[in-house]
């Protein structure tokens, strides 16, 4: 009997491990301290590695300015604006050498008792040219003409780092090194405005009626005695509703008033 119970306990055993090995319920083996498997370790969640655009030779960015160019910079601010009527504030370097910026740009607030509105970021030499013309030109054509002070110069864009007439390739524009500044309208005295839209055409200008017209023409006109390149309406598309100002260097000292 002994080794018959003996047989019988075996048996039993085997046939407990048979079920615990086929059992799809695990409770059945956890008197056994069947250890479990491991689980399998969480994903990584790695990002992919997210490379930049390689950048335009044009707007590619420089060696930096370097102090010898930083200094040769604000030598020639101190020539250029010396004893002009102008108020400004010295801005830090803008951008790198070899692509947008430059080394001593300024922050052109008022030319004499004419306001830029915004302020405009120029370098020296255009806020010189500028300083030029609203004293020669804008402000006594605009009493001789309107019999009115002009008080504000309606700022549209100076400096930005793009290519001309903002396209995808092509040169930079000289906005791009702060040597250009485009007006959308002027302010006078008594609170009217001559924008550049809107007072460029029309029958009465045409005609010679307007006097806001006749303004905006012989200032133009008078533009580009000061700078090397003058559009506005009628130059192309892109300027048809401001005046650009600028001073491209050009070969033999060409200059484009269109």
Not at 34 to 40: A, F, G, I, T, Y
Not at 184 to 209: H, N
Not at 214 to 223: G, I, P, T, W
């Amino acid at each position: 009997m002994a080794g018959g119970s003996v047989h019988s306990r075996i048996m039993v055993f085997r046939f407990i491990a048979l079920v615990c090995a086929l059992s799809v319920n695990v409770t059945v083996c956890l008197a056994k301290d069947v250890p479990l498997p491991k689980q399998r370790p969480p994903l990584l969640n790695v990002k992919p590695e997210i490379k930049p655009l390689p950048k335009s030779p044009a707007l590619a960015v420089g060696n930096g300015w370097g102090q010898a160019a930083i200094d040769a910079g604000l030598a020639n601010c101190k020539e250029r604006l010396r004893g002009l009527d102008i108020a400004y504030d010295p801005l830090p370097p803008l951008g790198n050498a070899g692509g947008c910026g430059t080394a001593a740009p300024i922050l052109l607030r008022a030319i004499g008792a004419t306001r830029i509105v915004p302020p405009a970021e120029v370098n020296c030499d255009l806020a010189a040219a500028m300083h030029g013309w609203v004293t020669s030109s804008l402000q006594p054509v605009a009493r001789e003409y309107l019999k009115k002070d002009l008080t504000v110069i309606n700022n549209a864009s100076a400096y930005v780092c793009r290519r001309r007439n903002g396209l995808a390739t092509g040169k930079l524009s000289e906005h791009g090194i702060a040597n250009a500044f485009d007006i959308a309208s002027l302010q006078f005295s008594d609170g009217s405005t001559a924008s550049i839209k809107g007072d460029w055409a029309g029958a009465a200008q045409m005609l010679g009626f307007s006097a806001k017209g006749n303004f905006l023409r012989r200032v133009r006109s008078d533009a580009c005695i000061r700078f090397t390149t003058v559009l506005g309406p009628g130059s192309d598309a892109h300027h048809g509703d401001h005046f650009h100002v600028d001073l491209a260097k050009r070969r033999g000292g060409y200059r484009l008033c269109n």
